[in-house]
């Protein structure tokens, strides 16, 4: 398969991705397509990597995983403390800070 | 020491007397501030002395001196100094003004002994003498306009001296606003002046006069006319005259410094000191002396009805002023200036008598309540009999010959000036009808009730009160005192107006026709190749002259009294039988109701206008409140894309990113 | 063969993801995502990225899901009701995303990228093995590994401190009750520092808070 391909795949995902960003109200959720579209960006970096025959997009990916971990982390620490304090899971709810 | 050393001393006493009493009237006690007041004109006296006698020292060519302290701006074709010029006008005004002031000051010192604005007085008064002297000792325009402000300003603050009294601070607006009008029209005079001779010295100007204007060339014109109207605000003629009775407000040393001797007598002075120029454009000299003469006689029919002693004798001073006028527009310098110098005399006595009378009715100032205080007052019957005398021309009073001398160069002039003739001898008449109107009004006849108190020695009392309203006031500051002083218990009072009574009575005897003239080889040197001052006049209507005023004034002291003494009843019925213009002159002939409608109230009305309408809808409301709602729409709007939803944020987030790739699609294709 | 499987993974990615979008239950969205990212690691093995995929699934699939399914199970998954109110939005953001797609195709396909239509280049021997990526990140990006240690540092302290329990149950739920009753009653709509500084403009009525109405400035007499 030529690479153009798997480009096209991961362009889809990333779409797909920021559309459910914008339509799930589930803040978890949201953290869900938040990984769909890093995870399109890794595959994008990796398809390049094998364009090139050059394994930095590869380490880059790895960084990008790394990322995302931390990322999952603080934002379910988040969400588990918006539980704890009886507030709504739901993004259209909290809405305090706001002009 | 040189005259213009002793002239800058005469101008340095009033106004170190000012800065004393205005830094330190806390601490002095009792009625210092009075006696330093006095005694810084006292000195200024002293020196303008001084400064007639180095004066009259030097050879009359040389007697035209000018003295610069420095040069306070110099640019654009202007040059301002600060210059005084000490010739004889000059002499004579600053000897009149020191002397005149230096009495009236004597006489306030007791006369305001217990108002609680003493020190006030006093610095007001020094202020108003250094500006005034200012005025007639400045060597240039700018100098000039400088003193004119001066007075003006110092007129208001004396006029409404009393402040807590609304009638008072009204008139002292009124004196000024008047005032204004004349300092714009002597500012645009200036202007007029310098624009072809482009010089504001006075020497200069009049050297250069010749050369640069053509005989009634219209730049010149248009300047002497404007000229005329500053000084016409400041003199009270018509048609700025209507501040004058109003001033009347303030307390009678004021009335007699200022509106008597020595503010209103600016504008003669200002007209004098311009001859060169007055000389050079006949058609303003015409204007001037109409003028002077419509005041004359305007102001002494009005004064035959006024019933506030106080307004007589100011209508009596607008008249006289109108003599003035006419006389220096006409030519007659030194005649003017002669009977400036009587009228200064007989006014300021008269309105110092005035003073006396009020304080003994206990703040009383209408004559309807006055009567017979002949026997209670004796000093100031007898000051008020000194000063009417030479007010009427009754010889052999200084007002006599001062007069005299006016009209007699009026008639020598032919042609049209002998209307100007005509009408100055019947306001003669007039003049001795209303001024012995006066005296026998208040003081023949039965006592009233508190002239009889004052027989048995006591002073009378009454709740203080506005005399124009009547309504009641209290003595605190910004009211009158509480007590009232008459001449007969105050010796300050006395000699003031012992002084002033032989001046009216001597000061005829320097100018006999024929016999001396100390006035006019006084004033030689300043009016040298004017072209009026050399001429004689004719014998013949100099006696027919002197034998009518003799007449006139005899008459009407004799008319005066048989209507008010003789046969009490004939003013009343002379009332009935002449109801409208009666009506007409004790409304003053309706000038102020006619200046309200035309100016004030459309004035007033754009105002209102201007505030309520164009102020609150179109500048707030469209320019101040469209522009902040516009930011306001647009900070609302901006402000309505943070309404906290995350998923608008990131939407918008969105749609930013791809609206940048596609530009940078677009931009690498 | 290659060709097979990379449609296999593919649909799987993508299916995975629609799932990720569409499934209402997050318990089932969550598991959706784990497909993708099997699928995801099938493609990084097509493109000869061992060790990335092995970390894919090892990493992400493994550990980064398993938290997240302890977090839909701590919190329960509830069906979420459709519709985005409040912001009316819906149709842009959904042209926005599908315009972001396109363009990205345009990009690619527009672009003529030489290799794109190729196989890729030669590679060498050991092209993405573990050894390879090891040696890469020790020496050429070590800096990077290390700063990205760090990141992970922080951020298992952000966890911690996030999530962490104050005094006790019982105080910790009465601060909930008391913070629950208090956030609706204290900040109405309409209100909160920015909303107060810009003078109460608001898209609801707010109970009069700070409101100047802007009064005709008085008119003094003469």
């Given at each position: 398969?030529?690479?153009?391909?798997?480009?096209?795949?991961?362009?889809?995902i990333?779409?797909?991705?920021?559309?459910?960003?914008?339509?799930?109200?589930?803040?978890?959720?949201?953290?869900?397509c938040?990984?769909?579209?890093?995870?399109?960006?890794?595959?994008?970096?990796?398809?390049?990597?094998?364009?090139?025959?050059?394994?930095d997009?590869?380490?880059?990916?790895?960084?990008?995983?790394?990322?995302?971990?931390?990322?999952?982390?603080?934002?379910?620490?988040?969400i588990?403390a918006?539980?704890?304090?009886?507030?709504?899971?739901?993004?259209?709810?909290?809405?305090?800070?706001?002009? | 020491?040189?005259?213009?050393?002793?002239?800058?001393?005469?101008?340095?006493?009033?106004?170190?007397?000012?800065?004393?009493?205005?830094?330190?009237?806390?601490?002095?006690?009792?009625?210092?501030?009075?006696?330093?007041?006095?005694?810084?004109?006292?000195?200024?006296?002293?020196?303008?002395?001084?400064?007639?006698?180095?004066?009259?020292g030097?050879?009359?060519?040389?007697?035209?001196?000018?003295?610069?302290a420095?040069?306070?701006?110099?640019?654009?074709?202007?040059?301002i100094?600060?210059?005084?010029?000490i010739?004889?006008?000059?002499?004579?005004?600053?000897?009149?003004?020191?002397?005149?002031?230096?009495l009236?000051?004597?006489?306030?010192?007791?006369?305001?002994?217990?108002?609680?604005?003493?020190?006030?007085?006093?610095?007001?008064?020094?202020?108003?003498?250094?500006?005034?002297?200012?005025?007639?000792?400045?060597?240039?325009?700018?100098?000039?306009?400088?003193?004119?402000?001066?007075?003006?300003?110092?007129?208001?603050?004396?006029?409404?001296?009393?402040?807590?009294?609304?009638?008072?601070?009204?008139?002292?607006?009124?004196a000024?606003v008047?005032?204004v009008?004349?300092?714009?029209?002597?500012v645009?005079g200036?202007?007029?002046?310098?624009?072809?001779?482009?010089?504001?010295?006075?020497?200069?100007?009049?050297?250069?006069?010749?050369?640069?204007?053509?005989?009634?060339?219209?730049?010149?014109?248009?300047?002497?006319?404007?000229?005329?109207?500053?000084?016409?605000?400041?003199?009270?003629?018509?048609?700025?005259?209507?501040?004058?009775?109003?001033?009347?407000?303030?307390?009678?040393?004021?009335?007699?410094?200022?509106?008597?001797?020595?503010?209103?007598?600016?504008g003669?002075y200002?007209?004098?000191?311009?001859?060169?120029?007055?000389?050079l454009?006949?058609?303003?000299?015409?204007?001037?002396?109409?003028?002077?003469?419509?005041?004359?006689?305007?102001?002494?029919t009005?004064?035959?009805?006024?019933?506030?002693v106080?307004?007589?004798?100011?209508?009596?001073?607008?008249?006289?002023?109108g003599?003035?006028?006419?006389g220096?527009?006409?030519?007659?310098?030194?005649?003017?200036?002669?009977?400036?110098?009587?009228?200064?005399?007989?006014?300021a006595?008269?309105?110092?008598?005035?003073?006396?009378?009020?304080?003994?009715?206990?703040?009383?100032?209408?004559?309807?309540?006055?009567?017979?205080?002949?026997?209670?007052?004796?000093?100031?019957?007898?000051?008020?009999?000194?000063?009417?005398?030479?007010?009427?021309?009754?010889?052999?009073?200084?007002?006599?010959?001062?007069?005299?001398?006016?009209?007699?160069?009026?008639?020598?002039?032919?042609?049209?000036?002998?209307?100007?003739?005509?009408?100055?001898?019947?306001?003669a008449?007039?003049?001795?009808?209303?001024?012995?109107?006066?005296?026998?009004?208040?003081?023949?006849?039965?006592?009233c009730?508190?002239?009889?108190?004052?027989?048995?020695?006591?002073?009378?009392?009454?709740?203080?009160?506005?005399?124009q309203?009547?309504?009641?006031?209290?003595?605190?500051?910004?009211?009158?005192?509480?007590?009232?002083?008459?001449?007969?218990?105050?010796r300050?009072?006395r000699?003031?107006m012992?002084?002033?009574?032989?001046?009216?009575?001597v000061?005829?005897?320097?100018?006999?026709?024929?016999?001396?003239?100390?006035?006019?080889?006084?004033?030689?040197?300043?009016?040298?190749?004017?072209?009026?001052?050399?001429?004689?006049?004719?014998?013949?209507?100099?006696?027919?002259?002197?034998?009518?005023s003799?007449?006139?004034?005899?008459v009407?002291?004799?008319?005066?009294?048989?209507?008010?003494?003789?046969?009490?009843g004939?003013?009343?019925?002379?009332?009935?039988?002449?109801?409208?213009?009666?009506?007409?002159?004790?409304?003053k002939y309706?000038?102020?109701?006619?200046?309200?409608?035309v100016?004030?109230?459309?004035?007033?009305?754009?105002?209102?206008?201007?505030?309520?309408?164009?102020?609150?809808?179109?500048?707030?409301?469209?320019?101040?409140?469209?522009?902040?709602?516009?930011?306001?729409?647009g900070?609302?709007t901006?402000?309505?894309l943070?309404?906290?939803?995350?998923?608008y944020?990131?939407?918008?987030l969105?749609?930013?990113?791809?609206?940048?790739?596609?530009?940078?699609?677009?931009?690498?294709? | 063969?290659?060709?097979?499987?990379f449609?296999?993974?593919?649909?799987?990615?993508?299916?995975?993801?629609i799932?990720?979008?569409?499934?209402?239950?997050?318990?089932?969205?969550?598991?959706?995502?784990?497909?993708?990212?099997?699928?995801?690691?099938?493609?990084?093995?097509?493109?000869?990225?061992?060790?990335?995929?092995?970390?894919?699934?090892?990493?992400?699939?493994?550990?980064?899901?398993?938290?997240?399914?302890?977090?839909v199970?701590?919190?329960?998954?509830?069906?979420?009701?459709?519709?985005?109110?409040?912001?009316?939005?819906?149709?842009?953001?959904?042209?926005?995303?599908g315009?972001?797609?396109?363009?990205?195709?345009?990009?690619?396909l527009?672009?003529?990228?030489?290799?794109?239509?190729?196989?890729?280049?030669?590679?060498?021997?050991?092209?993405?093995?573990?050894?390879?990526?090891?040696?890469?990140?020790?020496?050429?990006?070590?800096?990077?590994?290390?700063?990205?240690?760090?990141?992970?540092?922080?951020a298992?302290v952000?966890?911690?401190?996030?999530?962490?329990?104050r005094?006790?149950?019982?105080?910790?739920?009465?601060?909930?009750?008391?913070?629950?009753?208090?956030?609706?009653?204290v900040?109405?709509?309409?209100?909160?520092?920015?909303?107060?500084?810009a003078?109460?403009?608001?898209?609801?009525?707010?109970?009069?808070?700070r409101?100047?109405?802007?009064?005709?400035?008085?008119?003094?007499?003469?």
């Amino acid at each position: 398969m030529n690479v153009g391909w798997y480009l096209a795949v991961s362009a889809l995902i990333f779409s797909a991705g920021a559309a459910g960003v914008l339509v799930r109200r589930n803040p978890l959720v949201i953290l869900l397509c938040l990984e769909l579209m890093l995870n399109a960006g890794n595959l994008a970096l990796v398809a390049f990597s094998r364009m090139h025959g050059n394994a930095d997009g590869q380490v880059f990916a790895l960084i990008v995983m790394v990322v995302a971990a931390c990322e999952v982390t603080i934002g379910l620490g988040l969400i588990v403390a918006l539980y704890r304090r009886r507030l709504p899971i739901d993004v259209d709810e909290l809405r305090e800070l706001r002009g | 020491m040189s005259p213009t050393t002793w002239g800058w001393l005469v101008l340095v006493f009033p106004l170190l007397g000012l800065i004393v009493i205005s830094l330190s009237w806390r601490r002095l006690p009792g009625r210092t501030a009075g006696y330093i007041g006095t005694s810084a004109i006292w000195l200024a006296f002293a020196s303008a002395v001084g400064a007639l006698v180095s004066l009259q020292g030097r050879v009359p060519a040389d007697r035209q001196v000018t003295s610069t302290a420095f040069n306070y701006a110099n640019s654009v074709g202007v040059d301002i100094k600060l210059t005084i010029l000490i010739d004889p006008l000059a002499i004579w005004m600053m000897l009149i003004v020191t002397g005149v002031s230096g009495l009236i000051h004597l006489y306030s010192i007791s006369y305001l002994g217990s108002d609680r604005g003493y020190a006030r007085f006093f610095a007001y008064l020094n202020y108003f003498v250094f500006s005034m002297l200012l005025l007639v000792e400045a060597g240039n325009f700018a100098i000039l306009i400088v003193g004119w402000a001066g007075v003006g300003a110092a007129s208001y603050l004396l006029i409404s001296f009393w402040y807590r009294r609304g009638t008072a601070t009204e008139a002292g607006i009124k004196a000024f606003v008047i005032n204004v009008i004349g300092d714009v029209g002597l500012v645009l005079g200036t202007y007029f002046i310098f624009k072809h001779t482009g010089t504001l010295d006075f020497l200069k100007t009049f050297d250069k006069a010749p050369d640069v204007f053509s005989s009634n060339e219209g730049d010149l014109v248009a300047g002497c006319v404007l000229l005329l109207v500053g000084a016409f605000a400041k003199s009270a003629q018509i048609p700025l005259h209507t501040w004058l009775p109003d001033a009347m407000e303030g307390p009678t040393p004021v009335s007699a410094l200022i509106h008597a001797a020595t503010m209103v007598t600016a504008g003669v002075y200002l007209i004098a000191r311009m001859w060169p120029l007055f000389e050079l454009a006949p058609s303003a000299e015409d204007v001037g002396a109409i003028f002077g003469c419509a005041t004359l006689i305007m102001a002494a029919t009005i004064a035959l009805t006024q019933t506030d002693v106080k307004r007589v004798i100011a209508y009596s001073t607008m008249s006289q002023i109108g003599y003035m006028i006419m006389g220096v527009s006409v030519g007659a310098y030194s005649a003017g200036m002669f009977h400036l110098f009587t009228h200064a005399f007989f006014k300021a006595l008269l309105f110092m008598a005035a003073g006396s009378l009020i304080s003994a009715m206990a703040g009383e100032q209408s004559l309807d309540r006055m009567s017979g205080w002949r026997r209670a007052l004796p000093f100031t019957f007898l000051s008020f009999m000194t000063g009417g005398l030479a007010l009427s021309a009754v010889p052999p009073f200084s007002g006599f010959f001062s007069k005299d001398e006016i009209l007699l160069f009026v008639g020598n002039l032919g042609g049209w000036h002998w209307a100007l003739y005509v009408i100055g001898y019947i306001g003669a008449l007039l003049t001795a009808i209303y001024t012995f109107r006066m005296i026998f009004r208040a003081f023949f006849g039965q006592p009233c009730e508190e002239a009889k108190e004052l027989e048995q020695g006591h002073l009378a009392h009454a709740e203080p009160f506005n005399p124009q309203t009547g309504e009641k006031e209290d003595t605190d500051v910004g009211f009158p005192g509480p007590e009232h002083h008459i001449a007969e218990r105050e010796r300050p009072m006395r000699v003031a107006m012992y002084a002033l009574a032989v001046g009216c009575v001597v000061d005829g005897l320097i100018q006999i026709p024929h016999v001396d003239n100390v006035v006019s080889n006084f004033l030689q040197p300043s009016f040298e190749a004017s072209r009026y001052f050399g001429e004689t006049e004719p014998d013949g209507l100099l006696i027919f002259g002197l034998a009518l005023s003799s007449v006139l004034s005899i008459v009407g002291i004799a008319v005066a009294y048989r209507i008010w003494v003789q046969r009490p009843g004939t003013a009343a019925r002379i009332r009935e039988r002449f109801a409208l213009p009666y009506r007409v002159l004790v409304n003053k002939y309706y000038w102020d109701e006619a200046y309200d409608a035309v100016i004030v109230r459309p004035l007033a009305a754009a105002g209102q206008f201007a505030q309520q309408t164009f102020e609150r809808v179109v500048v707030d409301g469209l320019l101040v409140g469209g522009t902040t709602s516009v930011v306001r729409a647009g900070s609302a709007t901006v402000r309505g894309l943070q309404n906290g939803f995350l998923r608008y944020y990131a939407a918008l987030l969105l749609v930013g990113v791809a609206g940048v790739s596609l530009y940078f699609l677009l931009s690498s294709s | 063969m290659s060709a097979v499987f990379f449609f296999i993974g593919g649909l799987g990615a993508i299916a995975g993801a629609i799932g990720v979008v569409a499934l209402r239950n997050p318990f089932y969205t969550v598991l959706a995502l784990v497909a993708h990212l099997l699928s995801l690691a099938a493609l990084f093995l097509l493109l000869e990225a061992q060790f990335v995929a092995a970390a894919q699934v090892i990493v992400y699939a493994g550990a980064v899901m398993v938290l997240y399914v302890f977090v839909v199970a701590y919190i329960g998954g509830q069906d979420e009701p459709l519709g985005m109110p409040g912001t009316g939005l819906k149709g842009a953001a959904m042209l926005a995303a599908g315009a972001l797609f396109v363009e990205l195709c345009i990009a690619m396909l527009g672009s003529g990228l030489k290799a794109i239509d190729s196989r890729g280049a030669a590679l060498p021997a050991d092209f993405g093995t573990p050894q390879q990526i090891g040696q890469l990140l020790l020496t050429k990006f070590l800096f990077v590994f290390e700063v990205a240690s760090i990141l992970l540092l922080v951020a298992a302290v952000g966890a911690v401190i996030l999530a962490r329990r104050r005094r006790g149950l019982e105080a910790d739920e009465e601060e909930a009750d008391a913070a629950r009753r208090m956030i609706p009653s204290v900040a109405p709509p309409g209100t909160g520092s920015m909303a107060e500084g810009a003078g109460g403009v608001s898209l609801s009525p707010s109970p009069g808070e700070r409101e100047k109405p802007k009064e005709p400035t008085p008119t003094g007499g003469w």
